[in-house]
């Protein structure tokens, strides 16, 4: 699909423009989400990671361009004028967006995740529809959440209270998603979400034009 505000027109189909796949990970706050994208970029070759924008101050030891690029709310709102997002969304009270450019430049070396809340990951899903898969991953239970919010020792219990509140209106939003993973263990979480990547990759669609290249082989017209 196309956004009439992107200054470069998207691709009506990803796969027919050999672009990478743009695969979509949400999870409530304290869900382990961030270990486990991490983790598996280190394992899955030609998989890349979008860095979003955020109105954030960057916490220690973050870098810029690295884990976010860190701007202004007035850089920021600019940046959603000009029609640079495929996504953004206002989460505790901070900016988070997904810019086109870094997604393009993501998708030229391979397929594309995307760490991104409810919010973004509905936008990403109507603009590209089976071209994002989608995974929600659910910590084991809320008693569990609850503990390693509390772990992290980062936080006041009034933040605490409030990341609660809002992972349980977005676990609601667990059946838009295409797959569902249970963060019990990081080992067998990784496992799922390595499988289910390269399940997506392995799709008709995605290697159609490999497929009628062995096709052609075979002489005839075999379709």
């Known amino acids: 699909m196309t956004s009439k505000n992107h200054p470069h027109a998207a691709p009506t189909s990803l ?3 050999a672009k990478g796949l743009l695969f979509i990970v949400s999870a409530p706050s304290g869900s382990g989400k961030s270990t486990l994208v991490q983790r598996v970029l280190h394992e899955v070759p030609h998989l890349c990671f979008s860095v979003s924008h955020t109105t954030r101050p960057p916490r220690a030891g973050e870098r810029n361009g690295v884990e976010y690029f860190f701007v ?5 709102e600019s940046m959603v004028r000009r029609g640079e997002f495929v996504e953004h969304a206002k989460v505790f009270g901070n900016d988070y967006g997904t810019t086109w450019k870094q997604v393009e430049e993501a998708q030229a070396s391979g397929d594309v995740l995307l760490d991104i809340d409810v919010q973004g990951a509905a936008q990403v899903k109507q603009r590209f529809g089976e071209e994002a898969p989608s995974v929600f991953l659910l910590p084991p239970s809320f008693e569990v959440l609850e503990e390693r919010l509390r772990g992290r020792s980062s936080d006041g ?4 209270q409030k990341r609660l509140e809002t992972a349980r209106r977005e676990i609601r939003e667990y059946s838009k998603y295409d797959y569902v993973i249970v963060n019990d263990d990081l080992d067998r979480a990784a496992e799922v979400l390595r499988s289910i990547i ?5 799709r008709q669609i995605r290697q159609r034009e490999e497929i009628r290249k062995i096709l052609k082989s075979f002489g005839g017209n075999i379709e």
Do not use: T
Request: charged share 35%; aromatic share 6%; no cysteine.
């Open 15 to 17: 796969a027919e423009k």
């Open 72 to 76: 202004s709310p007035e850089d920021f």
């Open 157 to 160: 219990d009034a933040v605490i």
């Open 198 to 202: 390269q399940a997506q990759r392995a």
